[in-house]
């Protein structure tokens, strides 16, 4: 696949996401922060190797937002990047309350291989999980991957 198609289809996900915590915020009063995030605020789209996700990433993520990869070797190829790249054992060694105060966009290259080993989803979730009314709530997880 063109890469250019994957980027497209990635930003479209997202924009349907944002536009579908827009129409839901009236319904955030009911759920709590680790639901909204879960269920309102995450992108997870499954998809094969060699299709551009890390590409996506490198072009997307900025220096307000978090990449979360595997393993140090993957955090190479985000060596110029400005966002923040931590590893599944330097995300728990993070300064939490960074974590609650928020990134604009939490990206998860190869979440399968992130969860798998080294932490379950919910307890990435719960990282970020501050009280309802928390501004991290309201941002967005993409996490792309097998």
Same mark, same amino acid.
């Given at each position: 696949m063109d890469s250019t198609k994957f980027i497209n289809v990635v930003d479209? &996900?997202?924009r349907l996401m944002e536009d579908n915590q827009l129409l839901h915020e009236g319904n955030r009063q009911y *759920?709590?922060?680790?639901?909204w995030m879960r @269920? &309102?605020?995450?992108?997870?789209?499954?998809?094969? $190797?060699?299709?551009?996700?890390?590409? %996506?990433?490198?072009?997307?993520a900025t220096c307000a937002d978090l990449v979360v990869v595997h393993n140090q070797a *993957?955090? @190479?190829? %985000? $060596? +110029?990047?400005c966002a923040t790249v931590l590893t599944?054992?330097?995300l728990t060694r993070f300064n939490r309350g960074r974590m609650q105060r +928020?990134?604009?966009r939490v990206y998860v290259d190869e979440p399968r291989?992130?969860?798998? $080993?080294? &932490?379950s989803i919910e307890e990435f979730y719960s990282m970020f999980n501050g009280d309802y009314g928390s501004p991290y709530c309201a941002n967005m997880f993409v996490l792309l991957g097998t």
């Open positions: 479209t &996900m997202v *759920m709590s922060c680790g639901q @269920d &309102m605020s995450t992108v997870n789209m499954t998809v094969p $190797r060699q299709i551009g996700k890390t590409t %996506y990433i490198i072009k997307r *993957m955090k @190479d190829f %985000y $060596r +110029g990047s599944p054992s330097e +928020g990134f604009h291989k992130v969860f798998d $080993r080294n &932490m």
